[in-house]
């Protein structure tokens, strides 16, 4: 079928760019590493070692972040536009991501109630990706406990936006009774940033990313059928509470993940799925998947590479940078659709 | 009863239907008993409120029964897993919010799904019957459209047609005809009556034209607050059944013409 060799052939054209949008990521920044010494520094040794040292140690970690985040969070909002069947839904709007701050100030603020040895155990990355996934899982589970009592899709984003304003009310109750140190450590957090990651880390993050990407291409075939609403995908013999329940918990470990390490990332989630919508012309998430993913990565190192702002010492926060540019991006799309295809 | 030669593909007795939570039973309507054989195109009529739509999601699973039985192809309904129900009957609703970035080709092959692997790979069996089911609803020109781009007759075409792909011996459809105009009505119904002949399709829909249900229906379900009688258009005219539909201060039922005017 040609549709299908269509899709595989763009699949092919997303996977390049993704290659060359990374290779400039890396080579730029505050020092320019040309991109042949990348190369070199994988399968050789380059021929200058602070080279080797930034890749190794900086750059990589850096890119590898970018694109777990990027095409996490861009599934994470696929699979919330098409459960909650509205082209607003993402990980920010339905309060996912105040959720998952949520999870994580309780564990840095609140890790000077209890004091002494048990305070650092909380701090390892491990709680903090638990603590992260928890609070937007359990939003989320709120967001459709409400929004199958009211069968209303624009009460879904005032919900959302509901619990966007709780969590983040609690959060400065948290932050009033903390102290200095620790207010600066989630204020920091707060502000996103792909950099600074640990190899052990990194390796957390891509089993978040693993286990919410197999979920997500395991649900492919009832997310296709929740496109006709939930009643045609139960007639179609699809088991609603368990599928929903599988793509719940993969949104929460997607975004939640990706949120404990890199801090809350707007319109990335929400934005991604609209742009591919625009190139990929199906619905059919064996297609979308991957491309949202490949689009999300690709737009997330564009964002990075920018905000590192190439030849100068300066980065500027990440969250500004996805803002700027996705802002403009979705405007443009309405204006020049008039509506928004989904 | 031996003789019957054909077979019953829905079959009620003494079933009751409503909503039950924790609190209180609201039943809206029970004794219900009929039994509509295959190949048959049934319409429910009756006025607004009085629980069409209830009687509709209790025989598609949507709503579980109060009491009493409900048979789908010889089998208790609520025996069947919903994969096993999907093969057996399919629905049309009422519009949802769907998405309509779909095309035509798209939409008519979710219909397979119950079909086909977790992949929903589509085999050539698959394709055949998703191919037929276009050609029978006249969609074959417009496989590649997207749905935002169709008319409101054509979309409802569409949907029926991912009914055919599902391709089970039931089918059950809430208003197709509502927002159409008499044309498309008109298109509609002899399309489903079509089906009931040429495919040996056992349809149920429920209506809000009447006269055309009376026209073409080879069984009506009449939902009066009293009771749902099933039978013949030709009987019910008879028997003056169809002036229990209304309160009878606005509209009357003319038995020779067999329709409804104004008084």
């Known amino acids: 079928m040609i549709r299908h060799t269509k899709n595989n052939r763009l699949v092919i054209l997303l996977s390049g760019l993704l290659v060359v949008v990374a290779c400039v990521n890396i080579s730029l920044g505050s020092v320019a590493i040309p991109v042949q010494e990348i190369f070199n520094s994988i399968v050789d040794t380059p021929s200058k070692s602070s080279w080797h040292y930034i890749i190794t140690n900086y750059r990589f970690p850096k890119a590898i972040t970018a694109i777990i985040a990027g095409s996490g969070l861009a599934i994470s909002g696929l699979l919330m536009q098409t459960l909650f069947r509205n082209p607003l839904a993402g990980p920010f709007v339905l309060g996912l991501s105040s959720g998952a701050s949520l999870g994580v100030a309780i564990l840095i603020l609140g890790a000077g109630v209890i004091s002494g040895i048990f305070s650092t155990f909380l701090l390892n990355p491990w709680s903090l990706v638990i603590a992260s996934a928890l609070g937007s899982f359990l939003v989320l589970l709120a967001v459709l406990a409400a929004t199958l009592k009211v069968k209303d899709t624009m009460a879904i984003l005032i919900i959302g936006l509901m619990f966007g304003s709780l969590t983040g009310a609690l959060v400065a109750v948290l932050s009033y009774f903390s102290n200095a140190e620790q207010l600066q450590q989630y204020i920091f957090w707060s502000f996103g940033s792909l950099g600074n990651q640990t190899w052990q880390g990194i390796s957390i993050l891509s089993l978040c990313f693993v286990i919410g990407l197999v979920l997500s291409i395991f649900s492919a075939k009832s997310l296709n059928a929740l496109l006709l609403g939930e009643s045609y995908a139960k007639s179609m013999g699809l088991k609603i509470k368990k599928n929903m329940l599988v793509i719940i918990i993969a949104t929460s470990i997607l975004a939640g993940g990706i949120t404990a390490f890199v801090g809350p990332i707007a319109f990335i989630g929400l934005a991604v799925p609209h742009l591919t919508r625009q190139f990929v012309k199906t619905s059919n998430h064996f297609v979308l998947i991957p491309a949202v993913a490949l689009s999300g990565a690709i737009l997330m190192l564009v964002c990075d590479t920018i905000a590192q702002l190439p030849g100068t010492v300066y980065t500027l926060p990440i969250n500004a940078i996805t803002s700027v540019v996705g802002a403009p991006v979705v405007i443009w799309l309405l204006v020049r659709k008039r509506k928004l295809i989904f | ?263």
Request: proline content about 3%; some cysteine.
């Open chain 2, 1 to 263: 009863m031996a003789g019957m030669a054909k077979h019953s593909i829905i079959r009620c007795q003494d079933l009751s239907i409503g909503y039950q939570n924790k609190k209180k039973v609201a039943v809206i309507a029970s004794g219900i008993d009929f039994s509509i054989t295959q190949g048959t195109l049934v319409s429910l009529v009756g006025s607004n409120g009085i629980g069409k739509s209830t009687l509709l999601k209790s025989l598609t699973a949507m709503l579980p029964t109060l009491s009493g039985s409900l048979q789908v192809d010889g089998i208790e309904i609520i025996d069947y897993s919903p994969l096993a129900l999907a093969t057996k009957l399919s629905v049309v609703l009422t519009q949802t919010p769907a998405s309509k970035s779909l095309t035509v080709l798209e939409l008519v092959s979710l219909g397979r799904q119950p079909h086909t692997n977790w992949m929903g790979s589509l085999s050539q069996n698959d394709k055949e019957i998703i191919y037929q089911a276009l050609e029978d609803t006249d969609l074959a020109d417009l496989k590649n459209k997207n749905c935002f781009e169709l008319s409101d007759g054509q979309l409802q075409r569409v949907y029926i047609a991912r009914a055919l792909a599902q391709d089970t011996p039931l089918i059950v459809l809430d208003e197709p005809t509502t927002h159409l105009d008499l044309y498309h009505r008109a298109s509609i119904v002899t399309l489903l009556k079509r089906l009931t002949q040429e495919k040996n399709k056992t349809i149920l829909f429920s209506t809000h034209e009447i006269d055309l249900a009376i026209d073409i229906s080879d069984k009506m379900l009449v939902m009066t607050p009293q009771k749902i009688i099933f039978d013949s258009p030709q009987n019910l005219i008879e028997q003056g059944t169809f002036n229990l539909l209304f309160p009878n201060d606005l509209v009357v039922f003319d038995k020779k013409t067999g329709r409804f005017s104004v008084t």
